[in-house]
């Protein structure tokens, strides 16, 4: 059974970091794209970073420059390095899982870890 | 940057067919995909490549994809149905969700 599981929120004061964390069960993270979307209070779903199984990298303008995708093939996690942060980055963050196959899409997500940037 | 465009809210009866539109240029050209999220809860893949179900979403949900338009569709809608509705496209190495669309059974 696909489980994702994701930690690390918590309440930052701009300008703070933060390393989120996303552990994965029942596949492998390396043969899969993997993504971090964020939702923020209210809004709705804003895809954020991915990682594809080449290791490669991409992000959106939004967080371009202070947001790093990496994963830990031991571990199978996956983490996001979020710096600078924004009263704007106040969201939930989901780890969700490309399709093997269909990278277009997400066919698992994780539960969401909340980061809240105030000061 | 690509678009996708949601109707911010739908109403239905229950028992009724509701339909919630996502618009984008040429959508047509590419594969939608639609999730469901209802409060508190991660979202949940209901419909992908246009018109396919996962298992265990029931049949009463299906999708359409054509020219610039991608429908959800759900008929007999039951209480159970009342959730916010997100589409979603891929457009030259981006993920890109619509705005959402709430729909609430009255």
């Known amino acids: 059974e696909v489980q994702l599981v994701e930690s690390g929120g918590g309440l930052i004061q701009p300008g703070g970091s933060l390393r989120l964390s996303c552990a994965a069960s029942g596949f492998t993270v390396t043969n899969n794209y993997m993504s971090w979307v964020r939702q923020a209070p209210g809004k709705g779903l804003e895809w954020v970073s991915v990682?594809?199984?080449?290791?490669?990298?991409s992000y959106a303008d939004s967080v371009k420059g202070r947001f790093i995708i990496s994963r830990d093939n031991s571990k199978n996690t996956m983490y996001l390095q979020v710096n600078s942060l924004r009263a704007e980055d106040t969201a939930v963050y989901y780890c969700a899982k490309h399709e093997y196959g269909d990278y277009e899409h997400f066919d698992y997500w994780g539960q969401g870890t909340l980061v809240t940037v105030s000061s | 940057s690509y678009e996708l465009t949601q109707p911010p809210s739908v109403s239905v009866s229950p028992g009724q067919t509701a339909s919630i539109t996502c618009s984008g240029d040429k959508l047509g050209d590419k594969y939608a995909y639609w999730y469901q999220q209802k409060p508190g809860q991660s979202p949940v893949r209901v419909i992908f490549q246009d018109t396919k179900r996962p298992s265990g979403i029931p049949d009463r949900i299906s999708g359409s994809n054509s020219g610039n338009t991608a429908t959800l569709t759900i008929s007999g809608t039951q209480a159970m149905d009342e959730a916010d509705y997100y589409c979603?496209?891929?457009?030259?190495?981006?993920?890109?969700f619509g705005g959402g669309t709430k729909l609430t059974v009255l």
């Open positions: 990682i594809y199984t080449d290791d490669s990298t």
């Open positions: 979603q496209a891929w457009d030259r190495g981006l993920w890109v």
